[in-house]
Nanobody, 122 residues
Framework: QVQLVESGGGLVQAGGSLRLSCAAS????????MGWFRQAPGKEREFVAY????????YYADSVKGRFTISRDNAKNTVYLQMNSLKPEDTAVYYC???????????????WGQGTQVTVSS
């Protein structure tokens, strides 16, 4: 079965950096658009970024543009999210997701990881 496993979350001070990873198995990774989403307590899950099947095209939410970078390694079946200049408002559970088509809507994604907590202290 399909599994997406996130790692790399943690506690960091404002202005710091973290790198999240998402390892995929059970699917033909290079056929899927990979996205990152986040959900803060009491809020809806929101789009962060996605990368095309080849990694040649990326798209970001305005709130993270210029600070976060999504990338993928199809040889390793892994997608990454490099997060720099972190702010307290970036605190959330971060999820990776896979879909055959590029979209910012979480309900459209077929597969999800279990999430990893990112906490940014002020």
């Amino acid at each position: 079965q399909v599994q997406l496993v996130e790692s790399g979350g943690g506690l960091v001070q404002a202005g710091g950096s973290l790198r999240l990873s998402c390892a995929a198995s059970g699917l033909t990774f290079s056929r899927y658009v990979m996205g990152w989403f986040r959900q803060a307590p009491g809020k809806e899950r929101e789009f962060v970024a996605y990368t095309s099947r080849s990694g040649g095209s990326t798209y970001y939410a305005d709130s993270v543009k210029g600070r976060f970078t999504i990338s993928r390694d199809n040889a390793k079946n892994t997608v990454y999210l490099q997060m720099n200049s972190l702010k307290p408002e970036d605190t959330a559970v971060y999820y990776c997701a896979a879909d055959l088509y590029a979209t910012t809507y979480p309900t459209r994604y077929d597969y999800w990881g279990q999430g990893t907590q990112v906490t940014v202290s002020s």
